[in-house]
């Protein structure tokens, strides 16, 4: 029972991160019918941009009160979101918006995602690989902030899932009642009756990529502090919160949170009865299955265009 | 005709051009040609709306209706030719743009969000307004009741003929000056389309301009001032609506079962 709840919170860490990964693929995907493969190396931008602010500010010597956690949360969300929202704005420009004018087809924009992906990713080895100490000093040196039976709730845990929380409530909020929500799911349903109700397609789409970019460089900076950076840190997490958002509903952006969920959770609840190495196995072995009995996935209705 | 000197969007008169009798239309169609790729599906189209008409384009199926109507509201730029709106160029102006001159299509096949519920369907029509003009709506919820009744459902579930009010609906509430409808009466039973056609009227009455594309020749001309006739990308006939009606030639190619029937 304790291992249970120790896995359930462990999985619902992980599982609001790779949430707020997905929610990038499925809001672009919304609005272009595009998988942005590159997502994954604007999560490892976020960390790296997060980290670097962090470092500058506080330094390796991580003296830690409350005060200075909430300077490293702040900041760190902050500069992970910034980095990131300009990193997906950089992509959308410089990897997709060409193509799209030349009217190119789908394979030259999976294959500008992947080249841009490996691009990213490599560049970021390059620059950053040499820094000397590539995590966030420990900040939160394992405190426990309060136990359920045996099992230790730790204050890091807590706070990542209350910030992907807070998160995904405003992204749900946004989506569902501004304007540019609106904007964002007209284009996505019916993107040249947009156009004629007065929404213009291609700011939409660079506005898309920015909130999905925002929300996975914040998501890079919570995985960052829970584990490490390096230039190849987006690929798993990526790739599940890929996962993620197909298990989900591709499209759905309350699916992609729930798909999140989902993963994370099974994958750590997999551990009590398999070899910890079988984690990622479990997790594509969901994604095969789901796309069996339910190819739309949990919460999607359909993957075609309005009729 | 209808008074349209008090239409809540009229636009101020425009100056009188001497020796350029064109710049006194509402909207100039100047021989535009439209390519899709080696295909030429308009082959130097002219034609012209006034303030305050229904102009009906008619026409078989390929024949340009609906290309016509998407180059003029901006969805298709033409390769040659010119479209003058309010003595403005608006050739190649981009459809997202050209509705906050007032000019707002419904297109074919009618197009509501599915996934939206009719309420937030007519809130995307006010798309180019800081908020929704409420008396607007009131207006366009008193043209079609049936929407009021389906104000929270998703559009996606609506009966065809639903659809195309909220498509209308969304429309005015754009406030359009220059209204395009393409096929409103495609798929509807008689009934519907007879509603249809009355609440065009209706919004004609307001003072809303209308350049209409049927198939429905009969009842197109029957509401038109006038009408142009289209076969294969160029202009064959026009005329005033009942001229158009009593001509043998239409009646012959494009009224015959209507006549029949009636």
Redesign the interface.
């Known amino acids: 029972m304790n291992d249970f709840i120790r896995y359930t919170i462990a999985g619902l860490t992980l599982g609001s991160m790779y949430a707020l990964i997905a929610l990038g693929y499925t809001l672009v995907y919304g609005v272009l019918q595009l998988i942005n493969f590159a997502h994954s190396e604007v999560f490892m931008t976020g960390a790296f941009g997060s980290y670097i602010v962090v470092d500058t500010l506080v330094g390796g010597h991580g003296r830690q009160n409350g005060f200075m956690v909430v300077v490293v949360l702040g900041v760190g969300l902050i500069t992970g979101a910034l980095s990131g929202a300009g990193a997906a704005w950089l992509l959308e420009r410089v990897a997709y918006r060409p193509l799209r004018r030349r009217g190119a087809p789908k394979l030259a924009f999976l294959i500008s995602a992947i080249g841009a992906s490996f691009f990213m990713s490599q560049l970021a080895g390059k620059l950053f690989n040499r820094q000397k100490n590539n995590s966030f000093p420990n900040f939160f040196d394992n405190r426990v902030l309060f136990s359920i039976g045996e099992a230790d709730v730790r204050l890091l845990q807590v706070i990542i899932i209350v910030a992907a929380v807070v998160l995904m409530f405003f992204l749900d909020r946004l989506v569902q009642k501004t304007k540019l929500g609106r904007s964002i799911r007209a284009v996505a349903e019916d993107a040249p009756t947009a156009a004629l109700m007065g929404i213009n397609i291609d700011k939409t789409i660079s506005r898309t990529f920015v909130i999905g970019g925002a929300l996975g460089g914040a998501a890079g900076f919570l995985f960052a502090l829970f584990s490490s950076l390096s230039y190849q840190m987006g690929f798993f997490p990526g790739t599940k919160a890929f996962a993620a958002a197909v298990l989900g509903g591709i499209g759905n952006p309350r699916g992609a949170m729930l798909g999140g969920l989902t993963l994370g959770l099974v994958e750590n609840w997999s551990v009590m009865f398999l070899p910890s190495q079988w984690t990622n196995v479990i997790a594509f072995a969901v994604l095969v299955l789901v796309l069996m009995f339910r190819p739309s996935g949990i919460l999607g209705e359909r993957l075609g265009r309005a009729a | 005709m209808t008074d349209l000197t008090k239409g809540p969007g009229s636009p101020e008169p425009l100056p009188a051009v001497d020796g350029a009798p064109a710049a006194s239309h509402m909207l100039d169609v100047d021989d535009i040609e439209v390519r899709y790729g080696a295909i030429r599906a308009l082959k130097g189209v002219s034609f012209h709306v006034d303030q305050g008409e229904i102009v009906a384009l008619l026409g078989a199926n390929g024949a340009g209706k609906t290309t016509t109507q998407k180059t003029v509201?901006g969805?298709m730029r033409p390769s040659l030719g010119s479209i003058t709106y309010e003595g403005q160029r608006i050739d190649g102006i981009?459809?997202?743009?050209l509705?906050?001159l007032g000019i707002?299509?419904v297109?074919e096949g009618r197009?509501v969000?599915?996934?939206?519920t009719v309420d937030?369907n007519l809130?995307?029509?006010a798309?180019?307004f800081k908020r929704q003009d409420m008396d607007v709506r009131a207006h366009v919820l008193d043209l079609f009741p049936r929407l009021q009744e389906r104000i929270k459902q998703q559009a996606?579930t609506l009966s065809g003929g639903e659809q195309q009010m909220l498509a209308i609906g969304?429309a005015l509430m754009?406030k359009p000056r220059l209204l395009l409808l393409d096929e409103p009466s495609m798929g509807l039973a008689p009934l519907i389309v007879a509603q249809i056609f009355d609440i065009i009227r209706q919004v004609n009455a307001d003072g809303v301009t209308v350049l209409l594309v049927e198939q429905n020749a009969a009842q197109a001309l029957a509401l038109a001032n006038r009408g142009y006739v289209l076969e294969t990308g160029e202009i064959v006939m026009s005329g005033a609506g009942k001229d158009l009606l009593a001509d043998d030639r239409i009646r012959a190619a494009y009224l015959g079962e209507e006549i029949a029937a009636s």
């Not at chain 2, 981009?94 to 743009?97: D, I, R, T, V």
């Not at chain 2, 969000?113 to 939206?116: A, D, E, I, S």
């Open positions: 509201s969805m981009p459809a997202h743009s509705i906050n707002c299509h297109p197009h969000f599915p996934r939206m937030e809130e995307m029509g798309f180019r996606g969304r754009g």
